[in-house]
Every structure is written in C-alpha cells, then in structure tokens.
C-alpha cells in the first residue's frame, strides 16, 4: 500500500499503532501541531488528541514517498 516501517521520530501523515489497554490495538494518524487523529469509541467522533500520547507507539508506518 506504499507504507513501510520506519523508526525515530514522529512525523506528520506517519500512521502510529498504539496499545491503550491489554488486548486492545488502536490507530492513529500524526497530524501537524503536535497532534493526532483518531476515532474515538466514546465519544463516536474523529478527534485530535496533543503528543505525546497517553498510550505506548507499538509501531510507525510512513508513506514511502515521504522518506
């Protein structure tokens, strides 16, 4: 799909896998500003939440095309 995995820093159109509980995965997209959007369950809405996040990065992928 043109995402490879990638180390470092965070950067903005980087998709992050995060872990928020024991058996739960979540993704999310690094935006600009220091923040990330993701679907919130509890809300039921898209949101921007401020880095760093609240929960442990499992994984970063980047488009190809922005390495």
Do not use: Y
């Not at 159109?13 to 369950?41: E, K, M, S, V, Y």
């Amino acid at each position: 799909a043109g995402f490879v995995r990638t180390g470092g820093g965070v950067r903005p159109g980087d998709l992050l896998l995060t872990r928020p509980g024991p058996a739960q995965l979540h993704l999310l997209i690094a935006a600009r500003n220091q923040c990330a959007i993701h679907a919130h369950a509890g809300l039921g809405q898209v949101v921007a939440t401020p880095m760093p996040l609240p929960w442990p990065i499992m994984r970063k992928w980047r488009f190809s095309e922005l390495e």
